[in-house]
């Protein structure tokens, strides 16, 4: 790591309208090295990694690629110059096999100006073996888990002779079994001497991967550390510019009545759709005030058991009995289960749950707009009243309600989710990976906010991957495999490796 | 606006001026910027009204553009394309397509003058008859899209054989004129007044169209339906999770095309005199160019009614100023193309949020 910088920038800045997105931000880059970028959202890291795979183009400061000063028109330009990036958001194409979305552009062609499909596959292949994967490159990425498309990904990167290697939280959507293989594809690929500037909000991951860690915060670097040397603390304290001691309320009220009582809860779908893992046997209730948990392995059924009980899951035959209060409960979609007080927060929020191009008034009221009307019309000055009330409650940071939701931060997002949500009232609340894709700052007021909501009586079943997170927050851990329950933990003996156990049901091989 | 909530810190900037009505200044650059595209076709109405008044031939001194005798052809020439425009601006809002409107069109326009002609139904009945046809036809075709999951291009391109065909077997493939009169296998003279105007300078169907135009106007800036037609195109499946009837919305939206593009069928009857069934063909591309014109994004979810009527009447200036210097009507068809592309090229150029 001594070597001379892969990539310098230096005094990179970049304003969007008035506002610094980024303001004199030095990164460097070593071969062979795992390059952290923490911060909270907004503080300024996609906008440097924009700049760095060329995205934008018009900054200030200079890149130097091998000490040569260089800039990008395009993506392109950063693709020659050996920089690869992996989004969150992979950009494959469904429809076409793992060999053709890695030479996707650039196929390789016969002398009779047709693709060679064969030395497509079997460098395609070669890739693969080099990150450890064992899929063939004639699979469609369509049908490969989130997972190894990933590796498709990577595969690509490397099929361009990429020497750093961009990665924008690439655990976000792994099960626990893939982050392991993506970890060792990374120690494979810092070995052959390829820098890699990692994203992720996870600390852990950071402790054990990384080698440098930049910090930025509101745009510029709050400070490089030794991952190694400074705890956990520290670097929180950067990234925050506080510390967060209490990320994690204590001292809850006693839970009420039982609101939600799901007795033997199966759902036979009509047509089984593959990676679906309909509930087969789920027995769970949660009381009014309480915060219980999801627990489970990827393909457990968690998120399908809450579209289920919002009614937004497959159609097919059910089994078994849910009551909600006192009455049976059968939503036949998301509008009834509204009106019966019952509100979801989809763990896609891009996807699911909001309206990226539209105003942040727009969606806070989309679902609670009947209420908001006198006679079909809408009233203008209740909304603007009762958005401007949502987003103080929530401490949304938003410019204005009036611009696209897409301009905010994740967090700023999710809270939009939430406040869309709370506006109908309801009383049981469905949470899927609340967090996921949150910064620390933005998840403790989260916490913050589903205990304060808790504490106003109402009930929250909440799936999350990430155990401290169930362990901190949940009064009571459900714990699913296979669509089923197979263990509910209180909160004093839920523990990590009860959780995990319980979660790996009995036979210990997971066959898929 | 409203006191600040105790309980949090608040973080959120101060609320825009508390005044209500008072005309709100564009920011920033950024504002104006935004503010141009969303009105581009408005822009482009007054550039293209602007360009026709210096190009237009004069006679004895008078601009023949001007004249009120041509603005009133240009507007009555509009007005069918623009009814079922509006009709099309709330298919394309919710990310669809209807491409049968032009053949409702004409299954409307038979409708009329056989209703009237060989049935001697009067002109209440007739016309409640031929919007109900036209409402359910579209309801029908969007009950399809909502409930089997086809893709509406699919859905109204077999309606639009469907629609015409009907018309063709009712009028046994031929234009039915309509005679005005009071004895048998003749119209109630009052329909003719669809080719009249008022005071002699407002055509009646301009009227109808204006009407419309502000009526949809309306709708969709201010009723919870039209939030929810905007969310669908939006993100359907977000709007799906946020409890709105996205079914309902839809049937109605494709309902709504249906109804408009028999009202236009009854226009169209009533300025020429007879419905043939081939009568409309291709309007329904007009009414799209309309629309696209109008900066209403074909993948849903933005758009607006402004823009589509401008859109309209930019469309029938420019066929006006072209046929007035007697340029060749195929000429006029590339020129109607490349109008077309610049202005999606312009809504390309509009600043997106990364």
Sequence with gaps: MTDRPLVRMTGIGKRFGGVHACRDIDLTVTAGEVHALLGENGAGKSTLINVLSGVITEHDGTI????????????????????????????????????????????????????????????????????????????????????????????????????????????????????????????????????????????????????????????????????????????????VGRSVDALFGEGRNEPGDVLLDVRGLAVTPRRPVPGRTEPAGVDLTVRSGEIVGLAGLMGAGRTELLETLFGAGGSGRRAGQVTIGDRPYRPGGPRAALARGVAFVPEDRRGAGLMLEHSVADNVVLSALSSL???????????????????????????????????????????????????????????????????????????????????????????????????????????????????????????????????????????? | MNPPNPTTVAASPPETPPRRRAIRLPKDRHAIVDNFFRFQSLFGLVAVFLIAIAVSPSRNGENVFLSSGNLANIVRAVSEIGIIAVGMTFVILIGGIDLSVGAVLGLAAV????????????????????????????????????????????????????????????????????????????????????????????????????????????????????????????????????????????????????????????????QLNQGSPNDGAGYELDAIAAVVIGGTSLAGGSGSMGGTIAGALLLGILNNILALNNIDANVQLVVKGLVIVAAAALQRLRPRIA
């Design chain 1, 64 to 239: 130097e690629v091998d000490g040569e000063s260089v800039s990008f028109a395009g993506p392109a330009d950063a693709q020659r110059a050996g920089i690869a990036t992996i989004h969150q958001e992979l950009d494959l194409v469904a429809g076409l096999s793992i060999a053709e979305n890695m030479f996707l552009g650039r196929e390789p062609r016969t002398r009779l100006g047709t693709v060679d499909i064969r030395r497509m596959r079997r460098q395609a292949e070669a890739h693969l073996r080099t990150l450890g994967a064992d899929l063939d490159p004639r699979r469609l990425v369509g049908s490969l888990r989130v997972g190894e498309q990933q590796l498709v990904e990577i595969g690509r990167a490397l099929s361009l002779r990429a020497r750093v290697l961009i990665m924008d939280e690439p655990t976000a959507a792994l099960a626990d079994a893939e982050v392991e293989r993506l970890f060792a594809t990374i120690t494979e690929l810092r070995r052959a001497g390829v820098g890699i500037v990692y994203i992720s909000h996870r600390m852990a991951e950071i402790e054990l991967i990384a080698d440098r860690v930049t910090v930025l915060r509101n745009g510029t670097v709050a400070g490089t550390v030794d991952p190694r040397a400074a705890s956990r603390d520290d670097i929180i304290q950067l990234m």
């Design chain 2, 111 to 270: 409708g009329s003058a056989t209703l009237m002609v060989d049935s001697g139904l009067g002109i209440v009945p007739t016309v409640l008859i031929v919007l109900f046809i036209g409402t359910a036809f579209g309801a029908t075709q969007g009950a399809i899209v909502a409930r089997l999951g086809i893709q509406s291009f699919i859905v109204t391109l077999a309606g639009l054989q469907a629609a015409r065909g009907i018309a063709r077997m009712w009028s046994g493939g031929l234009g039915i004129p309509i005679a005005y009169g009071e004895g048998p296998q003749e119209a109630p003279e009052a329909f003719s007044l669809l080719s009249g105007s008022i005071n002699g300078v407002l055509p009646v169907p301009a009227l109808i169209f204006l009407a419309i135009g502000v009526g949809a106007l309306l709708v969709l800036r201010s009723t919870a339906f039209a939030r929810h037609v905007y969310a669908i195109g939006g993100n359907e499946k977000a709007a799906r999770l946020s409890g709105v009837p996205v079914r309902r919305v839809r049937v109605t939206v494709f309902a709504i095309s249906g109804l408009l593009a028999a009202l236009a069928g009854i226009i169209h009857a009533g």
């Design chain 1, 373 to 512: 009307t006198t006679l079909g019309l809408v009233r203008r000055p209740l909304v603007r009243r009762t958005v401007a009330e949502q987003l103080t409650t929530l401490a949304v940071k938003a410019a204005s309600p009036s611009i696209p939701v897409a301009t905010l931060s994740g967090g700023n997002q999710q809270k939009i989710v939430f406040a869309k949500q709370l506006l109908m009232r309801p009383r049981l609340l469905l949470l899927d990976e609340p967090t996921r894709g949150v910064d620390i700052g933005a998840k403790a007021e989260i916490y913050h906010l589903l205990h304060r909501l808790a504490d106003s009586g109402m009930a929250i079943l909440l799936a999350s991957s990430e155990l401290p997170e169930l362990l901190s927050l949940c009064d009571r851990v459900v714990v699913l495999h296979r669509g089923r329950t197979v263990a509910v933990l209180p909160r004093a003996s839920a523990t990590q490796q009860a959780i995990l156990a319980a979660a790996n049901g009995d036979d210990v091989k997971e066959s898929r």
